[in-house]
């Protein structure tokens, strides 16, 4: 458990979440400390820390915890250019893995996946090909997903209570 949570950044959340409330700088600054670390050991789908580096459950919210940091920096009044095109090259990487069919099958972490693609085709809406093409890919796996993970009473079928909420 402690790779998957380290391969998904969970502590960089934590640090965006406590420069979010305190304005405290050093916060996001360690946040970024930690991506730029990350990304500089996995620049390509073959570069890997553990068998967690490129996993459905840990590729999804990784990027969701760099989306956050973005977000932050953008916020400053001289935001780091050069920390956001790396934070994007390596999004980009992550896209191509959850898009990828090989690495997805009916259970909750894909739908994990799906979210997080669903959240990148309305931040990449300018480009209306690729928005539409990572919308119609995550919307339709999502919904087939649905079927098979949830039973006819509504309920997840995995153990986790927690998965009847997230889905």
Same mark, same amino acid.
């Given at each position: 458990t402690w790779k998957l949570y380290y391969e998904n950044l969970f502590f960089v959340s934590i640090l965006n979440h406590a420069y +979010? =409330?305190?304005?405290? &700088? %050093? +916060?996001? =600054?360690?946040? /970024? %400390?930690? *991506?730029? $670390?990350?990304?500089? /050991?996995?620049?390509?789908?073959? @570069? #890997?820390?553990?068998?967690?580096?490129? +996993?459905?459950? #840990?590729?999804?919210?990784?990027?969701?915890?760099?989306?956050?940091?973005?977000a932050? =920096?953008? @916020?400053?009044?001289? $935001?780091? &250019?050069?920390?956001?095109? /790396?934070?994007?090259d390596h999004i980009d990487v $992550? *896209?191509?893995?959850?898009? @990828?069919?090989k690495n997805y099958r009916a259970h909750n972490h894909s739908l994990m996946m799906d979210r997080t693609l669903l959240y990148l085709s309305n931040i990449f809406n300018s480009n209306s090909s690729l928005s539409t093409n990572i919308r119609n890919i995550a919307s339709t796996r999502a919904l087939n997903n649905f079927d098979k993970i949830i039973d006819d009473t509504g309920l997840a079928k995995e153990h986790s209570i927690g998965y009847h909420i997230f889905n």
């Open positions: +979010y =409330e305190s304005k405290d &700088i %050093k +916060y996001h =600054e360690k946040a /970024k %400390k930690y *991506i730029n $670390s990350y990304i500089k /050991k996995h620049a390509t789908l073959n @570069d #890997s820390t553990s068998k967690y580096s490129w +996993y459905d459950h #840990s590729v999804a919210f990784r990027t969701l915890h760099v989306l956050q940091t973005i932050n =920096e953008l @916020d400053l009044p001289n $935001s780091d &250019i050069t920390f956001i095109e /790396k934070s994007f $992550s *896209i191509n893995y959850m898009l @990828d069919s």
